[in-house]
């Protein structure tokens, strides 16, 4: 479904072919560059809206900051390069929740006239644009403590698996379960909500079919995992 990552730097993107209903467009960013796609990081809040601004205002750790707005930098110049539109123009907002109806769901643009997800895990970050809802995530390899600690929050089938791994490869075999988890999960807008037992998504280095979405692993940096997962046309 994905044939390569594009390279979001300091140049303004050049994109290739648009986003179509089996082919999303993935980007991936570093986020301690000091120019995303041709503005100055130092110059984002007159490009971020207020809602970005004072979430980045509320990081304490000046490298944290930075990583948020560059990926919301980043996030705004691709959505106005694919719908030609200036970047400080897009207006954000959040469809409602599946789970409960409150406005906090999926984040979206009005209309939906092109779906996108969001993530930033250490110094990098991806962005996946596509014509139906979709979920991206990428993760940094956990500590050993963290494999204790969430190992048996998964399906029962995923503990199962990272428990007969040596303990040398459960952080990788983790962190892959962990990110197709949380790309299915943004593709329906439901996060974390439900806990991380369903769906079952597998920790093995192929991901399973899955009933109502199309998942499937991306190249990631040493040391990350990687996946991506738009819902079916059934499933919408």
């Not at 050049?14 to 980007?27: D, E, L, Q």
Request: glycine share 6%; proline share 12%; net charge neutral.
């Amino acid at each position: 479904m994905i044939e390569h990552l594009n390279q979001l730097g300091p140049n303004p993107p050049v994109p290739g072919p648009a986003p179509t209903p089996t082919t999303p467009v993935v980007w991936a960013l570093n986020t301690t560059i000091t120019t995303v796609g041709g503005h100055a990081v130092t110059d984002a809040h007159h490009i971020l809206d207020t809602e970005e601004r004072e979430r980045a205002a509320h990081f304490r750790d000046p490298g944290h900051r930075h990583r948020y707005t560059t990926s919301h930098l980043a996030l705004r110049t691709l959505l106005g390069t694919y719908l030609h539109q200036p970047p400080q123009t897009i207006h954000l907002t959040r469809e409602n929740c599946p789970c409960c109806g409150a406005p906090h769901g999926r984040p979206n643009v009005p209309g939906n006239p092109l779906h996108f997800s969001l993530s930033h895990s250490g110094d990098h970050a991806y962005i996946a644009l596509a014509t139906t809802p979709v979920g991206i995530d990428i993760e940094q390899h956990p500590t050993p403590r963290t494999v204790t600690d969430v190992l048996h929050t998964l399906h029962p089938t995923e503990t199962q698996e990272l428990t007969t791994l040596p303990t040398t490869r459960q952080p990788s075999a983790l962190a892959r379960c962990w990110a197709r988890k949380e790309a299915c999960l943004k593709a329906t807008g439901v996060g974390l909500a439900n806990g991380l037992t369903h769906p079952y998504v597998g920790t093995h280095p192929q991901p399973p079919a899955i009933p109502g979405y199309h998942l499937t692993d991306l190249p990631a940096p040493t040391h990350y995992q990687a996946a991506l997962a738009t819902l079916t046309t059934t499933s919408l």
